[in-house]
């Protein structure tokens, strides 16, 4: 009798905690998200355009879902800091982070911690970078073909600035040389504001910079020459270099992603949202202020981006070796 009373006493024991771990999980699922603040990390140092650009979304994504979304900037390591958190953040939506489009050629040229494709949950992509080939606005190159014929002739003579080497920046100017037999030399920075500082002030004949040129273009202290884009940049009215007749293309989508197991119902909710920010006026005026291109990719699209553009960085790093100076 007594053994027969402890069993029954364990079994209601182990039912209670069984119902006790599970009352955590029933209480977070996907059909409650978000219940609490959601966390979102921005790789890159506050106040530069990609953090605003962030502060922008989660102020409207707060919004949406009446819950905070708190920014938190971890710069550093090529902008792939946020991914790497991602390898060990828990898959409930509630740290997510801004994916650059260099966290898929980190890997091909060091060690790192993530795999781009197994580590993350690719939820949707919301805006595009452009990369600018830039000269001082008393430059003697007024179009592309002026400085790719006079780097032809004169090899190493054009120095050009970005923030640092194997960045999208350099990988314009790295690309263009190799395909058209152009030899320029590569001046790597921390950030695009030195590498602009360094023009401003003489010291490079050009720059490949991103988005914040946009000021000094329009206070005519530098001219843009050409955009690495697919389209033309509404704000910078300048010509890509397809359209110029080079065979040079980077794309950079700037997108959020969470960590691997992110639940579906989770990663359709956020995309959504996403979208929906897409769509709001205030949210598209800061995107025009900064010159920044509204892009976005579902999270099907976006995933399946990241797959080649994981592959395709592999063949960027191996063809432009040689220019990796």
């Keep these: ?53 962030a502060r922008a979304l989660a102020e409207n994504l707060s919004r949406q879902f009446q819950q905070p979304v708190l920014i938190e900037n ?28 260099g966290i898929f050629r980190q890997p091909h040229l060091q060690p790192v911690r993530y795999d781009p494709i197994r580590d993350l949950a690719y939820i949707a992509a919301f805006m595009e970078y452009d ?9 003697p190159f007024k179009t592309m073909k002026d400085m790719v014929d006079f780097a032809k002739q ?4 054009v120095s050009y600035g970005t ?3 194997f960045s999208g920046n350099h990988v314009v100017l790295a690309m263009l040389g190799t395909k058209y037999g152009a030899k320029f030399a590569h001046v790597p920075f921390k950030g695009d504001s030195d590498s602009t500082n360094s023009l401003l002030g003489g010291h490079l004949k050009t720059a490949v910079i991103a988005n914040s040129i946009m000021p000094f273009m329009q206070a005519g202290k530098v001219r843009v020459l050409a955009s690495a884009g697919d389209v033309v940049n509404p704000v910078f009215k300048a010509p890509t270099l397809r359209e110029l007749g080079y065979d040079v293309f980077v794309p950079s989508p700037l997108g959020l992603a969470g960590p691997k197991g992110l639940p579906k119902p989770i990663v359709e909710k956020l995309d959504k949202a996403v979208k929906l920010a897409l769509e709001d006026p205030n949210f598209k005026k800061l995107m025009d202020a900064n010159g920044l291109r509204a892009t976005y990719m579902d999270n099907e699209a976006y995933t399946q981006f990241a797959k080649k553009a994981f592959a395709d960085e592999e063949k960027v790093v191996k063809n432009l070796g040689m220019e990796t100076d």
């Design 1 to 53: 009798m007594h053994h027969r009373k402890l069993r029954r006493l364990l079994t209601v024991a182990g039912l209670a905690a069984g119902f006790a771990a599970l009352a955590p999980a029933l209480a977070a699922s996907p059909a409650d998200y978000p219940h609490k603040p959601i966390t979102l990390i921005v790789p890159y140092s506050p106040g530069g355009t990609t953090d605003m650009a």
């Design 74 to 101: 971890k710069p550093g390591a090529g902008g792939s800091m946020g991914v790497t958190e991602m390898t060990k953040a828990a898959p409930d939506g509630y740290r997510l982070t801004l994916a650059p489009v």
């Design 131 to 139: 990369f600018f080939v830039a000269v001082p606005a008393d430059s």
């Design 154 to 157: 004169n090899p190493g003579a």
């Design 163 to 165: 923030p640092g080497r």
